[in-house]
């Protein structure tokens, strides 16, 4: 029998500090459970579709069998960040009330470079593979996220994937469009396996597990401004729409593989 995935709820505790420039500003953050985390906030840049985009791309990753840290769903309290002196960190934790999305933190990790630590051919065809599959265009040479952690690669920051939910009526044809950001992936050069992986990922990823996923998005990030869609219809076109991609398979991989 099928395990669903599931993901535990902490309670943001103490906003610590931002971790970099950006729309989103995610930030280090402590929990209830005493583990510091990644914290994505819906208040933050394009609001709830980059946390949904991270949560489906990190969780297919790890069904996968790819490392990725632990995600989580962050509530933050009505209550939280008043007494925060920057006004625009403020502002984003009030945007950002409820539910949430955060990654553990892994102390002591440093950013991938392929040249410091190149990795074997199965684990890049099995990266890229991924990326195409949910058009992660987010995994350059300029910006790897990746990081290496007690000698293992991981995979972090997915937010960027699933481009098609910014252009919702179209994702259809998006579905089974050429994903042309693959020729910048960091890992393309060393994916020599991509036929093997296709035919062993597209095993893995039955509907029944990609459905569990996206079961996983919380219906308040669904209530969309300006849409009429329920909850409930919302999630069935990203259910359809990885099924239509993973259909696709053959097609975006050997795009990959032309694209060496």
Not at 31 to 57: C, M, R
Not at 104 to 115: C, K, T
């Amino acid at each position: 029998m099928l395990t669903a995935p599931s993901l535990r709820t902490v309670n943001v505790t103490r906003y610590m500090q931002p971790l970099r420039e950006g729309g989103s500003l995610p930030a280090l953050a402590e929990a209830d459970d005493n583990f510091k985390y990644v914290l994505k906030f819906k208040g933050g840049g394009h609001g709830v579709k980059t946390l949904i985009a991270e949560l489906i791309g990190g969780e297919i990753a790890r069904t996968l069998g790819l490392k990725v840290p632990e995600l989580v769903f962050a509530h933050l309290d009505e209550a939280f960040g008043r007494t925060e002196g920057d006004e625009e960190i403020q502002d984003l934790l009030k945007a950002s009330r409820g539910m949430n999305l955060a990654l553990h933190f892994l102390s002591g990790a440093i950013n991938y470079d392929p040249v410091v630590n190149p990795i074997n051919a199965e684990l890049a065809s099995k990266i890229v593979w991924l990326d195409a599959f949910i058009t992660n265009m987010d995994r350059t040479f300029r910006n790897t996220n990746m990081l290496m952690w007690n000698k293992e690669l991981w995979l972090i920051d997915h937010g960027s994937c699933l481009y098609f939910q910014y252009t919702w009526t179209n994702w259809e044809t998006k579905a089974t469009s050429a994903f042309v950001y693959i020729k910048d992936h960091v890992l393309l050069p060393n994916a020599t396996l991509l036929n093997e992986i296709n035919t062993e990922f597209k095993k893995v990823l039955t509907a029944d597990k990609l459905k569990n996923i996206v079961e996983l998005i919380p219906n308040e990030w669904l209530q969309w401004e300006g849409s009429d869609e329920t909850p409930e219809q919302i999630k069935d076109v990203y259910f359809q729409f990885l099924v239509k991609r993973l259909n696709y398979a053959d097609t975006f991989t050997k795009e990959a593989i032309d694209a060496r």
